[in-house]
């Protein structure tokens, strides 16, 4: 389950990122969870909760977005969503979540039909800020 290893590499960023202080001075710790990740939102909320155990800090601090997959026409620079292309199903979405540049293979821009596009958003887990009570976000991405 990668979702217990991105949710242990989360907690220690954010350690890294406090430093030596208690985390009990967390406020939030905003996380976006791109689609093409393939995260199972609620492995990787246990998998937060197994980490933190100890910590003295909650998972209630922990604000989790979820991001489509999205592209841009490096020609016309439409933009579009994974979610309601057409023609895309399970196999591919699964092909494109082990390969995400295999997109190409399966979609072109709606509007111009050019195969020259990026993937645009999520991908990854990002870790998009921390932020301290009392204080300014110690870490914004």
């Not at 406020?27 to 939102?41: A, F, S, T, Y």
């Not at 998972?59 to 979820?66: G, R, Y």
């Not at 998009?128 to 914004?140: D, F, K, R, V």
């Given at each position: 389950m990668h979702e217990w290893a991105l949710a242990d590499a989360v907690v220690s960023t954010v350690e890294e990122k406090v430093g030596k202080r208690n985390l009990s001075i967390l406020?939030?710790?905003?996380?976006?969870?791109?689609?093409?990740?393939?995260?199972?939102?609620e492995i990787f909320v246990t998998g937060l909760k197994m980490m933190l155990r100890g910590k003295q800090c909650g998972?209630?601090?922990?604000?989790?977005?979820?991001e489509e997959a999205g592209f841009k026409c490096n020609y016309c620079?439409?933009?579009w969503k994974l979610n309601g292309y057409p023609g895309i199903g399970e196999d591919?979405?699964?092909?494109?979540?082990?390969?995400?540049?295999?997109?190409?293979?399966?979609?072109?821009?709606?509007?111009?039909?050019?195969?020259?596009?990026t993937v645009a958003a999520g991908r990854g887990v990002l870790i998009?800020?921390?932020?301290?009570?009392?204080?300014?976000?110690?870490?914004?991405d």
């Open positions: 406020k939030e710790v905003h996380i976006r969870l791109g689609e093409l990740q393939n995260i199972d939102r998972l209630e601090v922990f604000k989790i977005d979820m620079e439409t933009e591919e979405r699964e092909a494109i979540h082990f390969l995400p540049e295999s997109a190409h293979a399966y979609m072109q821009c709606p509007k111009c039909g050019s195969s020259d596009f998009e800020s921390i932020e301290l009570n009392g204080q300014e976000p110690t870490y914004n």
